[in-house]
């Protein structure tokens, strides 16, 4: 079976420029996230979505970034414009929730997308 | 709001020993406690979970946690490290929020495993 499917793995690009991560989640799975991992920061969650409705968004650093989930089977996260201080590796993840973890509570994370913004 | 903390951000220790990566987390009520590794370049997986029964836990490749409610505690164990244990760990604590769930992670543990 496939798992979270993360595109592009790599992406470097200059201050200014917009930037849109793409995510496919598990098949099947009703909840997804977008966390942001870096060395001073470690893993924070940015924001997630369940049955493609954003329920927390808290964890947005600033108006320069947006997601959406137009269906179930793909999200984006953007930039615009970018910044240096974006430079992270973004993970996306999903899992099925059903009354919170009475489902298994585990995360299905993709292998991320590293961003370098120059 | 719901934290965890892993007090120790590197720990090496050599192929054959034991293996102790502490975690203790603040929530207000009953935890769901996770342990996940992450191998270079990749994302996370699940080592293994707590939700409520046996405070003795056991998980994939060998590692096993131990939930302690008095100490606030959900630390991860092995008796016997294998090189390719090497890898960064992460405790997180989960809540549910009604309509969702979600997790906090700690800032993780390097794991090295010397020959």
């Known amino acids: 079976d496939a798992g979270v499917i993360q595109s592009p793995r790599h992406e470097v690009t200059e201050m200014g420029q917009e930037v849109t991560l793409r995510c496919k989640p598990i098949?099947?799975?009703?909840?997804l996230f977008w966390y942001r991992q870096t060395m001073m920061r470690g893993l924070e969650l940015l924001i997630y979505?369940?049955?493609?409705?954003?329920?927390?968004d808290s964890g947005m650093p600033e108006d320069r970034f947006s997601a959406k989930m137009p269906n179930a089977s793909f999200s984006t996260l953007k930039i615009q414009p970018s910044e240096p201080r974006d430079s992270a590796v973004y993970f996306c993840?999903?899992?099925?929730?059903?009354?919170?973890?009475?489902?298994?509570?585990?995360?299905?994370f993709g292998e991320g997308s590293r961003l370098t913004v120059l | 709001a719901q934290s965890v903390t892993q007090p120790d951000i590197h720990i090496t220790v050599s192929e054959g020993a034991s293996l102790e990566l502490r975690c203790n987390y603040s929530?207000?009520?009953?935890?769901?406690l996770f342990w996940y590794v992450q191998s270079p370049g990749q994302g996370l997986q699940l080592l293994l979970k707590?939700?409520?029964?046996?405070?003795l836990v056991q998980g994939i490749k060998g590692f096993e946690a131990e939930f302690k409610r008095s100490q606030s505690s959900f630390n991860l164990r092995k008796p016997s490290v294998h090189w390719s244990d090497a890898a960064e760990y992460f405790c997180?604590?989960?809540?549910?929020?009604?309509?969702?769930?979600?997790?906090?992670f700690g800032t993780g543990t390097r794991l090295q495993v010397t020959l």
């Open positions: 993840a999903s899992t099925t929730v059903r009354g919170g973890f009475q489902s298994t509570g585990e995360l299905f």
């Open positions: 098949s099947g799975h009703n909840s």
């Open positions: 979505f369940n049955n493609n409705v954003p329920i927390d």
């Open positions: 929530y207000g009520a009953t935890p769901y």
């Open positions: 707590y939700f409520s029964g046996d405070t």
């Open positions: 997180a604590v989960g809540i549910n929020t009604g309509t969702a769930s979600k997790l906090t």
